[in-house]
Structures are given as C-alpha cells and as structure tokens.
Nanobody, 118 residues
Framework: QVQVVESGGGLVQPGGSLRLSCAAS????????MGWYRQAPGKQRELVAS??????NYPDSLKGRFTIFRDNAKNTVFLQMNSLKPEDTAVYYC?????????????WGKGILVTVSS
C-alpha cells in the first residue's frame, strides 16, 4: 500500500507565492517519477510539472513561474509557485509513479486546494 499526501495549499493573493509538498510512503520499492497536476472547476485535469531521474517537464504556459524539485531521500516532491494568478486556482494533485515488482504503477494524492484571490 502506498500513501501520497499533499500539503501547503490555501488562499494566496495574486502575485504571491506558495509551496506545495507531497510525501509518498508505504510499500515503495522505487520511485520512477513524481509530479503535480491540477484541475480547475469545469476543466480537465492538466499537468503542472513532473520530474524523474533524467529531466523535469512543464507545460509552456507555466515555465518560469512554477518549479518542481525532489528530496529523493524522503520520497518527497515540492512545487514552488510564484507570481500566482487567479487562473491558477485549482485542486492540485500529486502523482507518484513507482515500481511495484516489475510493474510501474500510478499513485495519486487526494488533492489540495489552491485559491488565488484578493
């Protein structure tokens, strides 16, 4: 069993910053990648950032404002969000891709709300 828990969400004013954290625990043999997705009301879930041992990945629309980084020793991933805009308001989900035996599995957190508003 693998648990994925996000923290750090909340209300922030436009132009402000917020850092999200995600910790994975449980029966993890080896983490391949970790990432963040978000889903705004009425919209599909979209990739925010992801990272594996080789690279990090961001959609063009978020490059420069969001930064993802990992603490591999603690199976933790962070998302630093700067210059936040109202359109960044969404539920943010942490995703962990980890090996379970010879199978690569996806694990998701329950999500954490980020609200950007004055």
């Amino acid at each position: 069993q693998v648990q994925v828990v996000e923290s750090g969400g909340g209300l922030v004013q436009p132009g402000g910053s917020l850092r999200l954290s995600c910790a994975a625990s449980g029966s993890i043999f080896s983490i391949y990648a970790m990432g963040w997705y978000r889903q705004a009301p009425g919209k599909q879930r979209e990739l925010v950032a992801s990272t594996d041992s080789m690279s990090t990945n961001y959609p063009d629309s978020l490059k420069g404002r969001f930064t993802i980084f990992r603490d591999n020793a603690k199976n933790t991933v962070f998302l630093q969000m700067n210059s936040l805009k109202p359109e960044d308001t969404a539920v943010y989900y942490c995703n962990v891709e980890a090996w379970s035996g010879s199978t690569l599995r996806d694990y998701w957190g329950k999500g954490i709300l980020v609200t950007v508003s004055s």
